[in-house]
């Protein structure tokens, strides 16, 4: 399984961003469970952002973006979306999008992904 995020990027605070992340590998299909967004901040551990079940379509999101933030996905594209609106600077961050197989109580929690792209890089300017 293979990961690719994109859509960073430089925006203004109170901006939006649209972050992308397309899934390939023959194995994808067979072993996702749940798709999720993390990040890290310079000098802080990375936290999770946002998770959405492959199959059902149920979400989850991390306090600090409730209500900014929208996941979503497109089965048929194997890719996720991760939509941020009212962007702060506090949002700066390198933004990873995951693969796991996680029950949801562990949707948040990195032990529940097996796979991980590379990181796309998110900049809010105040």
């Known amino acids: 399984v293979q990961l690719q995020a994109s859509g960073g990027g430089l925006v203004q605070a109170g901006g939006s961003l649209r972050l992308s992340c397309v899934a390939s590998?023959?194995?994808?299909?067979?072993?996702?469970?749940?798709m999720g967004w993390f990040r890290q901040a310079p000098g802080k551990e990375r936290e999770f952002v946002a998770a959405?079940?492959?199959?059902?379509?149920?979400?989850t999101y991390a306090d600090s973006v409730k209500g900014r933030a929208t996941i979503s996905k497109d089965n048929a594209k194997n890719t996720v979306f991760l939509q941020m609106n009212t962007l702060k600077p506090e949002d700066t961050a390198v933004y990873y999008c995951?693969?796991?197989?996680?029950?949801?109580?562990?949707?948040?929690?990195?032990?529940?992904?097996?796979?991980w792209g590379q990181g796309t890089q998110v900049t809010v300017s105040s």
């Open positions: 590998g023959s194995t994808f299909r067979g072993y996702v469970i749940v």
């Open positions: 959405i079940q492959w199959s059902g379509g149920s979400t």
């Open positions: 995951a693969a796991g197989r996680a029950i949801r109580s562990d949707y948040s929690s990195e032990r529940g992904y097996g796979y």
